[in-house]
């Protein structure tokens, strides 16, 4: 049974920092494009960063950009993002997501196959 599972979330104050991991068992994705999305409430779910499945590549919504990383380690089968200087606006349920074999960025959801439970990202102002 394929899982992805999201940690690292938590309540920071404005400015601060967190990072999220995301480790996939039951299955590699090794060759996967990756990403992380989230969902405000009474907002829709929205992209925030993507990583192609060789990690060559990464695509950022403009919301994040220059704030949040993302990166992946094969070897262990997990992705990360990194978020720096966090905003009140950036609280949330994170979900990371596994798209197709050898693709690469992907922002559309509907592309996304396989999905985390999500984490909770409160962030103070």
């Known amino acids: 049974q394929v899982q992805l599972v999201e940690s690292g979330g938590g309540l920071v104050q404005a400015g601060g920092s967190l990072r999220l991991a995301c480790a996939a068992s039951g299955r590699r994705f090794s060759n996967h494009a990756m990403g992380w999305f989230r969902q405000a409430p009474g907002k829709e779910r929205e992209f925030v960063a993507a990583i192609s499945w060789s990690g060559a590549s990464t695509y950022y919504a403009d919301s994040v950009k220059g704030r949040f990383t993302i990166s992946r380690d094969n070897a262990k089968n997990t992705v990360y993002l990194q978020m720096n200087a966090l905003k009140p606006e950036d609280t949330a349920v994170y979900y990371c997501?596994?798209?197709?074999?050898?693709?690469?960025?992907?922002?559309?959801?509907?592309?996304?196959?396989?999905w985390g439970q999500g984490t909770q990202v409160t962030v103070s102002s």
């Open positions: 997501a596994a798209s197709g074999p050898f693709r690469g960025t992907v922002v559309d959801d509907r592309e996304y196959n396989y």
